[in-house]
């Protein structure tokens, strides 16, 4: 254990509704021999923290919450050799643990991990604190790549969670659209089937996952993608990432139905990424997909699907759904987004100390801020 | 026109729920420069005749049936060329008509022709007759290959369908099995992700579409597939056909949750194929999956799924719905049915004539034989 960690530290705590605070916690200690201690150096507020606070979905009382974080390893128990980290090592961090050796991490499907949980839940305290405890620190954890650049390292919160969920959302529509189609008995030649013509609903909701999806896909080479949702900032945000047209489903609700008329001979789209999850989000998606089309769909639902068996039958529906696995993911993810990561510089438009939770999460709550970062390096 | 073609001929006309007879009608005669008038060879009962039978549908009443038929050309319109098809060509047909130049045909979709309607029913006679116009014959007719054995061409009902479909749903199985998993940071090797070592659960519901699936499964190399239905006789045809293990859901409730158990190390089988459409049999599949598994869904559902939006999104499900696409798969379905069709060939355990129509639906209608077959050879 090193020496200069105090044994107390600064920590932002859920209380209930719309009640947060900085508060004075003990320091977490290893307490098993896998662990490791992180020190923080920046740490996200994500659009998922907002679903406790605004008394959505039931929050872990007393907690200390925060799921996207990075920093500086400063304690590692006995099965951490030196070749895998070292004290000293900038490292980022996955927004669930996971264990690295069930059938499922084993397989590519870190998201369902038999000990899965996720940092600022009920057993696991989060990071927005000075101090997080890593469990499974070995397939937590990955080391920061070193900079070839300057750019403020506050970007690599986006590697926590919301990048790689994007990232996700898009290779399975890119997976999917891979597939080779039958041709018929006249061997047609598919002129039409490159990349770049295909048409793409991406996302539904142009939040900072749909974002990092969009700009995942133009860099695929997918051009033709179109953006819905009903806040004018993020609808310009999709604009000057690279959509091939915006639309706002209030301020202009039968401009849809017009795109997929005009842009797709009223085929509809080749695939549709759904990031809301609520119904009403899945039956534009069912809506707006071709038939035989593809529904990419991250949001956690808790309604009934909008549509049957009978409806999926007479559209040869393919829908996919669920968690992003990202440490599965986080090589192939880290790589582009190597090659991405000045382009979301600009979603970080708000970095305060840990001291101001309580003006942060309002300013968030509100809309008034669209990416808080915690950053401890002040 | 063919001098030889009589004014009238022999059809089967279903006038309402266990009501079918054979009677004599007026021959069908070119309408339009795509059609061709076929001598019928062979028709097959399908499965789904029975739906109207039984009264489940509302049947094309005072329709001339059937959808499964091969034979002879007799007529042809001015628009089919002699490389395309001359009279008297031995020819399969596809149990829908497709129209060959919409979006959907052009791109592999033929079962989303917008033109496409279904041989007896509502607006189109069907093939169990002595007769049958085929509209837009270049894309519904293929030439039947020549044989190069002296086996029965009855079994060439089974491509106008059924083993077309059931190799639909295992092709989408291979391909979603066929993706490149994400491997995590570890970079571990997926030494069992072979596809011999793959457990599938296919079908639910050992069918004739079902027993084809399975032995295109083993075809294509999947030695661990696992059969459930509660009909003794078709298991035992399953087993007979490949199947690595057989389950009576009725007589055996417990034994699929101790194959999950013990064969899968409770994970849950890679995929699953649906071939009834029912809410509890996609229950069966959604239970039996692993978590990011695929259910490949041929049945023709009408109920609510048996899953809301939180379920999906917590087991990372997959799925794929929809009719089969017969036309556009013909060529690759066709070189596996020359190999396996020898199997087929004790399917069909009950052929008729025309004039035997009654009785034939009654036996099939009480499972007191498999397949029927018009032979109109006799």
Redesign the interface.
Known sequence: MCESIPKTMKAIVFHGPHDVSTEIRETPKIEKADDVILKVKYSGLCGTDLHSYRGHIKGPVDQIIGHEFLGEIVAKGSDISDSEFKIGDDVLSTFTIQC?IC??????????CDKTNTFGKVGLPGGQAEYVRIPYAK?TL?KKPASQDHADDSVYVLMADIFITGYYGV?KIV?FLG??????????E?KD?TILQYMVLAPLGVGPVGLCALRVLNHLGFKKVVCVDNVPSRLEEAKRLGAYKTINFETEPTLLKEVIEKDT?N?GFDAVLEVV?A?AA?KTAYDSVR??GFIS?L???????P????D????????????C?V??????ALEIFETLKGDFASFIDHKVSLDESKEAFELFDQHKVSKVVFDLTL
Chains 1, 2 share one sequence.
Do not use: T
């Open positions: 690295g059938w499922y991490c084993k397989h590519g499907y870190s998201g369902q397939s990955i290779k997976d597939q080779k189609p039958a041709v018929g008995v006249q061997q047609l598919i089937a001979g085929v999850g119904s899945l038939r035989n769909s949001g956690m639902g808790h309604e009934p699907l549509f049957n068996g009978l999926c039958y007479l559209k040869n529906i393919n829908i996919s759904f669920g968690r696995h440490w599965s993911l986080f090589p192939e």
